[in-house]
């Protein structure tokens, strides 16, 4: 991002990319609490004001994605529910719409599983060697751009999670370490302004996301 700070705590609008992601969750009137993974002496964190509409509970996050996310289980496995039903949502991601969320909820309550948010793959995908030179053109039909929430219940993400530390196997989600242990995830699509923040002109393209979702409210 080129940035002097994490992209999280840039100024989107009139909040930080992580003040309009929280504020989306916790607006949602099905979701109870959240938990956020910080890193260690955190210092922008305390500057942030966070009237949300549920409790927030801060934990230290780990080295990677799957380490943090791991942590969080854990913190809530001691509130008390023994196996909620978890949603994973990368802080960079602040034009999560309340339907996506909806309709998560609708089709993976009842799954034996849980599954992901993702968009179907509509560009021709190429594969490339070494030299950046195109080998093959891949066939797209099936292909998903995975993207969060992500939602599992509780006990079974942090067993999948601990036995991929344990085997040394690399996590990139949370469906990856579930596919791991041998388990399906359902897909459910959602709007493709769902952007995760990654380089520096995606901040102006979720000022606009979120302008038009105003609009439609």
């Known amino acids: 991002m080129l940035a002097d700070r994490p992209k999280q705590y840039l100024v989107l609008d009139d909040k930080t990319v992580i003040e309009h992601t929280l504020h989306r969750l916790a607006s949602h ?3 109870t609490g959240l938990i956020v993974a910080l890193a260690e002496h955190d210092p922008y964190w305390p500057t942030l004001t966070l009237p949300l509409n549920c ?3 801060v934990i230290s996050g780990g080295k990677e994605r799957a380490d943090s996310v791991f942590n969080a289980l854990q913190h809530l496995s001691s ?3 023994a196996d909620p039903w ?3 949502h990368d802080a960079a991601r602040p034009c999560l719409r309340h339907q996506d969320i909806d309709q998560m909820l609708l089709k993976l309550m009842s799954h034996k599983v849980g599954g992901i948010l993702g968009i179907p793959v509509n560009d021709t ?3 490339v060697n070494a030299l ?8 797209r039909q099936g292909l998903w751009r995975a993207s969060t929430p992500q939602m599992f219940r509780l006990q079974a993400l942090k067993s999948a999670l601990d036995i991929a530390k344990q085997q040394q196997l690399i996590v990139t989600d949370e469906a990856s370490a579930m596919e791991l242990a041998g388990l399906k995830p359902m897909m459910v699509e959602g709007h493709s302004d769902n952007i995760k923040i990654t380089v520096p002109q995606d901040l102006a393209l ?5 302008q038009l979702q105003n609009r439609e409210m």
């Open 29 to 31: 009137p099905r979701i």
């Open 55 to 57: 409790p927030v509970h």
């Open 79 to 81: 509130l008390g529910d």
């Open 86 to 88: 978890v949603l994973v």
């Open 125 to 127: 995908v190429k594969r």
């Open 132 to 139: 950046d030179e195109v080998t093959d053109t891949v066939c």
């Open 206 to 210: 979720a000022s606009l996301f979120l």
